[in-house]
């Protein structure tokens, strides 16, 4: 904050913090940015004490777009959808009937613009309301932004062929759409196809934890033909009422927040970005900040590429005006103030500088260390396998490692190569990948490099158990166990001084000095404590072997007897491992 704000938040005149400063031999003027060291510094001097929110771990932060002091302001905003499903079932063709049927002609301004995203006009319960569809390429754009940290998808419409039925992208997609927690509806489509079998598609739906209602599920399911245009008004109707369940709400009333969906460089304009607003309002002429890129906000375009001056919540608009070209999935935000604005544009360059080598990267190893940390119980693992009985295999193998501290969560598991999606869902999902007996597509390897994905290839599978059992006990924590030294006998007591010491006989194992004892006469044990000294023949000794006589002294303890047993043990921290239930 600046030393204006300083001052208003510790109730000072802003002159009194310039002088504290001044006398620590800092000179700064009222308009300055003070980092938070030196607002500590100055809150000590005024005995204020100051508590530092933790900065979050970037790498896997999705942003709040609401503020608590958005709470008394919130208003429904429509969702945002993105079409899902495997290549072929018809996610384009579902897009473009979708915008077909309800975006008038004349309403698209003549060119059909393409910005990455566009909102339909749906009546519903006799309302004019509004459904945005993301129109960036099937689910890639979707896990590659949720690895970056943004979350922009309210709903997923899984489009399934009904000639076709549940197919590996089809799995994927539903993995991902559940792995981010997005509601799921299903669209079966090709209906209108003489092979069509919606019942076999629900059927198999349903391995995959998609019950549909009918069938007292929870999961909606529209058979529909993108091609005919057929119950595309359901499907709408549907996404709506899921809408409503989640109660998707913003605060119109205040700057501009939300995430990039697209961005590229125009010979003519400069960058161009699309911006999807997720709270509060944008406006022509304020100062935004994407990414670690800045500017003024010169024009705005809407999905039917009309000029707009403001754009509200849940809406796309392509942006002129920014000084660099973001990426797709950084956020944006809008001051009012172009000098915070920068400030906090560098800020953020730095912070993507020191994120990208920092990434949390999530490895097995690594997890170990942060389930000590915090609260990591649980071990998502992507699972690629060559062959479909392999995957099995694995998959039984894997539940039968007991779960009740760490849960074992398999977000993905088929066969086939280990892809690019396969690493962005990891990434965003801070899970590890487990090849078994398969390769990378092409690039997938470097993608992984880039994106500190754990990638682990086996080819047994009992080495591929062996690690993951590791990982999973690594993620226990440890535990403090006795591990016992040996046992002496005292055969004399000598008194010294006002106390005694016990001349021993060390029956096995060893004795050593500082290490914890229990003193048992019969069997019944009369001290506990710390072996204070130990001496061999006279000479201070650090430890004494079995067979040999030794002089024993505890500080606290002096009434020895001849035939008390010590034993001798130390306590160690100890992995605790699992074993396997059969
Ligand atoms: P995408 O890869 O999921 O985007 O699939 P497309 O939208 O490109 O569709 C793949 C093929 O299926 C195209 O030849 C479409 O014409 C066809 N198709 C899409 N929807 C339907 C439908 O409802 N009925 C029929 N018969 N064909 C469809």
Request: a negative charge; glycine letters at 8%; hydrophobic letters at 45%.
């Amino acid at each position: 904050m600046t030393v204006q704000e300083l001052a208003d938040a510790l109730v000072v005149a802003d002159t009194e913090i310039v002088k504290i400063l001044f006398m620590k031999g800092m000179a700064v003027s009222i308009t300055q940015n003070l980092d938070i060291p030196t607002i500590t510094l100055v809150a000590k001097e005024l005995e204020v004490e100051i508590e530092t929110a933790e900065p979050e771990a970037e790498a896997r932060k999705v942003t709040e777009m609401i503020d608590v002091g958005d709470l008394e302001h919130l208003l429904r905003r429509p969702p945002v959808v993105t079409i899902m499903g495997h290549v072929d079932h018809g996610k384009t063709t579902l897009l473009d009937s979708i915008r077909k049927t309800k975006v008038a002609a004349g309403e698209a301004g003549g060119i059909t613009q393409h910005i990455g995203a566009y909102h339909v006009d749906v009546e519903h319960e006799g309302k004019q309301q509004q459904i945005v569809f993301l129109d960036t390429p099937g689910h890639e754009a979707f896990t590659a932004m949720r690895a970056r940290g943004a979350r922009v998808t309210d709903i997923a419409v899984l489009v399934v062929a009904a000639d076709d039925g549940v197919r590996p992208q089809t799995v994927e997609a539903i993995s991902h759409a559940q792995a981010a927690e997005v509601p799921i509806v299903v669209a079966i489509n090709k209906i209108d196809k003489e092979g069509a079998q919606p019942d076999r598609v629900k059927q198999e739906l349903t391995q995959y934890g998609l019950t549909p209602e009918e069938w007292g599920g929870e999961t909606i399911m529209v058979p529909v033909s993108a091609i005919k245009g057929e119950n595309l008004d359901t499907l709408l109707e549907m996404i709506l009422l899921v809408a409503e369940v989640a109660e998707l709400s913003a605060n119109p009333d205040r700057s501009a927040r939300g995430t990039v969906i697209e961005a590229h460089l125009d010979k003519a304009k400069g960058a161009v970005a699309t911006l999807l607003i997720q709270n509060g309002t944008l406006r022509v002429g304020d100062m935004l900040v994407a990414g670690s890129a800045f500017g003024k906000v010169r024009a705005m375009v809407d999905d039917r590429g009309k000029r707009v001056d403001v754009a509200s919540p849940s809406f796309a608009v392509e942006v002129l005006g920014l000084s660099d070209v973001p990426a797709a999935g950084d956020e944006f935000e809008a001051f009012e103030n172009e000098k915070e604005a920068r400030a906090i544009a560098s800020d953020r360059a730095d912070k993507q500088r020191l994120s990208r080598l920092l990434q949390g990267r999530v490895t097995l190893t690594t997890l170990s260390a942060q389930a000590q940390e915090g609260e990591l119980k649980e071990l998502n693992l992507i699972l690629k396998a060559d062959v479909q009985g392999s995957v099995e295999a694995i998959v039984g193998m894997l539940k039968q490692i007991p779960q009740n501290e760490v849960q074992i969560r398999m977000l993905l598991s088929t066969a086939g190569e280990i892809t690019q999606t396969d690493i962005d869902l990891a990434a965003a999902s801070g899970a590890v990948i487990i090849g078994f007996n398969t390769t990378y597509a092409s690039g997938a390897r470097q993608a992984a490099d880039e994106a500190g994905v754990d990638v682990r290839e086996y080819n047994i599978i009992y080495k591929l158990m062996e690690d993951i059992q590791g990982a999973v006990e690594g993620l226990l924590e440890p535990e403090l166990v006795e591990e016992s030294l040996g046992q002496t006998e005292v055969r004399a007591v000598f008194p010294v001084g006002r106390g005694a010491v016990a001349g021993c006989y060390v029956q096995s194992g060893k004795l050593v000095r500082n290490c914890k004892v229990r003193i048992r006469r019969g069997s019944k044990v009369i001290y506990e404590g710390v072996l204070d000294s130990l001496k061999r023949m006279k000479e201070d000794a650090r430890e004494v072997n079995a067979g040999y006589e030794c002089g024993v002294g505890i500080d606290k303890f002096h009434d020895w007897a001849e035939g008390d047993i010590i034993d001798a043990y130390q306590m160690v921290t100890k992995r605790r491992t699992l074993a396997l239930t059969r």
